[in-house]
C-alpha cells in the first residue's frame, strides 16, 4: 500500500458573495477535529471571507475578526473548537510550533491563512483552498485527501 496520499483537485468560480459563503457552508458541514484546511491567496483574495462563512456555517454568531495582529482566534462553534490562524506576520515557520497548530488539531479543527508560511507544520491530509481574483470574480482552487471530493465538487454550480 503506497503511503502516499492521493489527492482530488477542482476548481470553482466564486462570482458573489453568495457563492463563497456556499462553499464556506460545504467545507463547515464536512469538518471535523483534526482536520486543517489551509486558505491561501494573496491580500483581499478572500481567505478571510472564506474563513467568516465556514464559521458562520458552524453556528459562530460574533464577530470573526481578522487574526492578522492576534495570529490565532479560537471559536466553540456547537460541535467542534475551530482554530482561526492568520500566519501573515510569522518570519520564521518555528514560530509556528508556539501557536499550537498541533495541539489545535488533536481536539478541534483550524483554519489557516498564509498556510505556506508553515507548511512543515501542516499535515498532509489538509483541505487547500487557493483563492485568487479575476477580473470582478474569485476563484477558488481546492485540493485535499479523497474524503473532500465529493463534498467539494458536488452541486458546484449552486450559489
Known amino acids: 500500500m503506497s ?27 464536512a469538518l471535523k477535529v483534526g482536520d486543517a484546511v489551509a486558505l491561501e491567496g494573496g491580500l483581499g483574495a478572500g481567505k478571510t471571507t472564506l474563513a467568516r ?8 454568531t ?6 492578522t495582529f492576534t495570529l490565532v482566534q479560537v471559536y466553540e462553534t ?5 482554530r482561526h490562524y492568520d500566519l501573515y506576520r510569522i518570519e520564521n515557520p518555528s514560530e509556528v510550533e508556539e501557536l499550537g497548530l498541533e495541539e489545535a488539531l488533536d481536539d478541534g479543527a483550524a483554519l489557516i491563512e498564509w498556510p505556506e508560511r508553515a507548511s512543515a507544520w501542516l499535515p498532509a491530509d489538509r483541505l487547500h483552498v487557493s483563492l485568487s481574483l ?22 458546484a454550480h449552486d450559489g
Open 78 to 82: 456547537p460541535g467542534l473548537i475551530v
Open 134 to 155: 479575476e477580473g470582478a470574480a474569485r476563484k477558488a482552487r481546492i485540493s485535499g485527501p479523497p474524503r473532500w471530493k465529493a463534498t467539494m465538487t458536488e452541486d
Open 3 to 29: 503511503m502516499e496520499i492521493q489527492r482530488f483537485d477542482h476548481s470553482l468560480a466564486l462570482p458573489g458573495p453568495a457563492a463563497t459563503q456556499a462553499l464556506g457552508a460545504r467545507i463547515a458541514a
Open 62 to 67: 460574533e464577530e470573526v475578526p481578522s487574526p
Open 53 to 60: 462563512a465556514i464559521l458562520h456555517a458552524l453556528g459562530v
